[in-house]
């Protein structure tokens, strides 16, 4: 299974991006993709994720600013976020998992000005 992640880039305080992360390989039966992210100088935070039957779930942080779907003809997830804030520039990574497997894409880089 290969991740690759696009759509990282620089925006400004309250703007718009969209992270697109597309599938390839042995796609069968995600059960869950998610997007991670590692601010300097911070760990590793679950940004949002989603599972099977479409559940979701969020950080806080981004609650009703971010959301995350999922194309299973494309095998791609998206990471639509809107009201940026500087705080949330970081690499953003996606991820799937498959059975007890976990596959993880290349980072994007996400710049906020103020």
């Known amino acids: 299974v290969q991740l690759q992640a696009f759509g990282g880039g620089l925006a400004q305080a309250g703007g718009s991006l969209t992270l697109s992360c597309a599938a390839s390989g042995s796609t069968f039966s995600f059960n869950a993709r998610g997007w991670y992210r590692r601010a300097p100088g911070k760990g590793s935070e679950l940004v949002a994720r989603i599972i099977s039957g479409e559940n979701t779930n969020y950080a806080e942080s981004v609650k009703g600013r971010f959301t995350i779907s999922r194309d299973n003809a494309k095998n791609t997830v998206y990471l639509?976020?809107?009201?940026?804030?500087?705080?949330?520039?970081?690499?953003?990574?996606?991820?799937?998992?498959?059975?007890?497997?976990?596959?993880?894409?290349?980072?994007?880089q996400v710049t906020v000005s103020s």
């Open 80 to 108: 639509y976020m809107n009201s940026l804030k500087p705080e949330d520039t970081a690499v953003y990574y996606c991820n799937a998992e498959q059975g007890s497997s976990v596959y993880w894409g290349q980072g994007t």
